[in-house]
């Protein structure tokens, strides 16, 4: 049985691990900083990082009608969604992730630009 990437790079612990690190590039971003003001960091990179591991074949999944619920009240354009996708790829890069899987992870976001993008 092959293993999904998820299960390649390590599962939740690497994953949560890499979303930390993402989540202290975007706190210290001018142009995205402001959408997490009065959020729960930590509630928030485990959102992220059971998110991400969706995109990698891991265990949980979000809805399309989740994802637009959550961020409709943000006004997040499409420049503040490529801020987020390029840190998304140099914090995966960073962390050594393959540019493979990198292609595969940024392309997984990509396809929810709609939903998120107000």
């Known amino acids: 049985m092959s293993q999904t990437t998820y299960e390649k790079l390590g ?3 690497a994953v949560n691990g890499i979303v930390k690190d993402f ?3 975007v706190m210290a971003s ?3 900083k402001g959408f997490f003001v009065g959020v729960d960091m930590d509630k928030q990179a485990t959102h ?3 998110f991400i591991s ?3 074949g891991g265990p949980v999944s979000y809805t399309n009608e989740q994802l637009q619920i959550a961020h409709q009240h943000l006004k997040i354009n ?3 969604f490529d801020d987020i996708q390029a840190l998304l790829d140099a914090t995966l890069k ?3 992730i393959p540019q493979e899987v990198r292609a595969e992870i940024v392309a997984e ?3 929810r630009r709609g939903v998120i993008v107000t």
């Open 11 to 13: 599962g939740y612990a």
């Open 54 to 56: 969706s995109l990698l």
């Open 30 to 32: 001018d142009s995205l």
């Open 109 to 111: 976001f990509e396809a």
């Open 48 to 50: 992220q990082t059971k």
């Open 94 to 96: 960073d962390n050594l």
């Open 78 to 80: 499409d420049t503040h």
């Open 23 to 25: 989540y202290e590039r």
